[in-house]
């Protein structure tokens, strides 16, 4: 939008403000210089002025400092003025396309005349006596409503000072019914500022920063979809990462350490714990399992994370091949810490774990299989991105740039990850220039389709574009390859990011749940399954639409064969 682009652009504190005037179109002309010269007047020169010139109507912004003790007067004189020139001068209207709101209201019996004004004041009253719609925005006995109550923009940081609050952001937010959406956030940023600011007492500073643990920090997604349709490219994620980051002491930072530095020993721990819990559900069944989880994670305050049915059992990594292929090419295939980590859930038909079945399926497509070395010592950083723990992040970001030089020769071989979020994180580094990175999405449809013989099934399937799909712009390519396999795809309406957010699904499971509130009743009865990029991600895909989703990979494998020729 042009309105938050212009916005965007004024000084750090100041309030925008946007009006909208229209006169006849015979008058535009003049009266656009009329309202230029009233900015001279005023001090506000450098103002924009914009609109639809066939209709005679012109949106104006100005950017006053209201923190300026005689900004509220200069104000209240330039309003005066501009609502008297287009009234008095022109016979125009004070509003077109916008509503009236509480800016216009003291202005309302200037421009109907008295007898109108009246007859709008009785009509109110007969279907709204106790004033309980809209109270004093339209209709209004304080002659300097406009005045009061002005929302101020106070500074926070420069990653969000541009924001105007118009909520573009908001519709891909998956905690926008939850708890607060991105504008939500940052408004709560403000408020919370201009208390310090004020001198607050502490009281109801400290109430709002307390609240806003949860309601702003704990139950941001970051996952950057806000950036995408902000018109200026604010990104509240990497704000809240910040702020994150800024809470993490020296405790949080020795942690983050020690499992860095024993990451292989961390996930082959976790994918005991795994085996445990998949094992106890085969035995007592997702009744008495959920009941029994569910008091432990209750007891423990929230702090065990949450267990569901759709739990994966231990991942495991695929063996290497019988011989080599020097007659092949060569691929470096990158199995992020999760798929290694996590395998199918109990009940799900495919049973191989997703290492297991992309080198299986590469290895299908006619490529030589490169692991690097030391896999399960590596990640991408990511899950310390998202704890607030960018050291420890890029140490480990850098730790895969030099096994995947190793491992691709330096940089001769193509390099695929299994998982998008893991792939956008390396993209987003400074990685060694000669490095090929693909998403298995990227892959799968620019080089292993054509490699493979397609037999297409008459089933429905769901496909969920995960947040990093979208960020790198891949969601064409995964529906492509699902419409290569089956008859028919579905990609449901109104979901954007499914909220998992890394571990947040274990330990904020709400946010999940709200996210995903709309996918069981968009899927039909004929979709039995769904094909997304990230292994956490899936898991709760599965449990909000009560079927199995799984890689994209799995759908490939098993629609296809050898190309014989």
């Known amino acids: 939008g042009l309105f938050p682009s212009v916005g965007s652009a004024r000084a750090t504190g100041t309030t925008v403000i946007i009006e909208d005037v229209a006169v006849p179109v015979p008058q535009l002309a003049a009266m656009t210089l009329d309202l230029q010269r009233l900015f001279g007047q005023h001090g506000y020169a450098g103002s924009i002025i914009f609109g639809h010139a066939l209709e005679g109507n012109l949106h104006f912004v100005i950017t006053p400092d209201f923190a300026k003790p005689d900004e509220t007067e200069r104000y209240k004189n330039f309003m005066d003025d501009v609502c008297h020139m287009i009234v008095d001068r022109y016979d125009g209207s004070l509003k077109a396309e916008h509503g009236t709101g509480r800016n216009i209201a003291p202005f309302v019996e200037l421009e109907w005349g008295q007898q109108a004004y009246q007859l709008m004041r009785e009509i109110k009253m007969l279907f709204d006596p106790g004033h309980l719609l809209n109270p004093g925005v339209i209709l209004n006995d304080d002659p300097e409503v406009h005045l009061k109550n002005i929302k101020p923009m106070a500074a926070v940081d420069p990653l969000v000072d541009k924001c105007i609050e118009c909520g573009f952001c908001e519709p891909n937010c998956p905690s926008r019914a939850l708890t607060l959406s991105p504008r939500q956030r940052i408004a709560g940023l403000r408020e919370m500022a201009r208390l310090q600011a004020a001198g607050d007492d502490g009281q109801q500073l400290q109430a709002i920063d307390e609240s806003y643990q949860y309601q702003g920090l704990d139950t941001c997604a970051a996952d950057s979809l806000c950036s995408l349709t902000c018109p200026v490219g604010i990104n509240t994620g990497t704000m809240m990462l910040k702020k994150r980051r800024q809470q993490r002491g020296q405790t949080a930072q020795r942690i983050g350490n020690w499992v860095a530095n024993h990451f292989s020993g961390v996930t082959t721990a976790t994918r005991f714990n795994l085996a445990a819990?998949?094992?106890?559900?085969?035995?007592?069944?997702?009744?008495?399992?959920?009941?029994?989880?569910?008091?432990?994670?209750?007891?423990?305050?929230?702090?065990?994370?949450?267990?569901n049915r759709y739990m994966p059992s231990a991942g495991a990594m695929p063996k290497p091949a019988a011989s080599a292929a020097p007659d092949r090419p060569r691929v470096v295939y990158f199995p992020s810490c999760a798929s290694r980590t996590m395998g199918p859930a109990k009940?799900?038909?495919?049973?191989?774990?997703?290492?297991?079945?992309?080198?299986?399926?590469?290895?299908?497509?006619?490529?030589?299989?490169?692991?690097?070395?030391?896999?399960?010592?590596?990640?991408c950083g990511q899950p310390f991105e998202s704890k607030g723990l960018p050291a420890q992040a890029d140490a480990k970001r850098r730790e895969v740039e030099q096994a995947l030089l190793k491992a691709s020769r330096n940089g001769q071989d193509p390099i695929v990850f299994d998982t998008t979020p893991c792939v956008f994180r390396v993209k987003k580094g400074p990685a060694?220039?000669?490095?090929?990175?693909?998403d298995i999405t990227e892959f799968l449809h620019d080089v292993v389709l054509e490699r493979l013989t397609i037999h297409k099934r008459p089933e429905t399937v769901a496909i969920h574009p995960t947040c990093s799909n979208i960020n790198m712009g891949l969601q064409a390519k995964l529906k492509a390859i699902a419409e290569a396999c089956v008859e028919n795809v579905i990609v449901p309406d109104r979901i954007s990011c499914c909220g998992w957010a890394g571990d947040k699904g274990f330990t904020r499971p709400e946010l999940n749940a709200s996210a995903l509130r709309?996918?069981?009743?968009?899927?039909?009865?004929?979709?039995?399954s769904g094909y997304s990029t990230s292994r956490t991600c899936e898991i709760g895909l599965s449990l909000h639409s009560g079927r199995y989703y799984r890689s994209i990979v799995y759908l490939v494998d098993r629609c296809s064969q050898p190309n014989t020729g």
């Open 347 to 379: 009940g799900d038909p495919e049973t191989d774990a997703l290492p297991v079945k992309t080198a299986a399926l590469l290895r299908k497509a006619g490529f030589e299989v490169i692991l690097p070395e030391d896999s399960n010592a590596l990640c």
């Open 432 to 438: 060694p220039a000669p490095l090929k990175l693909y």
């Open 277 to 307: 819990a998949h094992l106890s559900h085969t035995v007592f069944g997702s009744t008495v399992q959920g009941s029994v989880t569910g008091a432990m994670r209750k007891l423990s305050g929230d702090r065990l994370p949450l267990w």
């Open 518 to 528: 709309d996918l069981s009743a968009a899927l039909p009865e004929d979709c039995t």
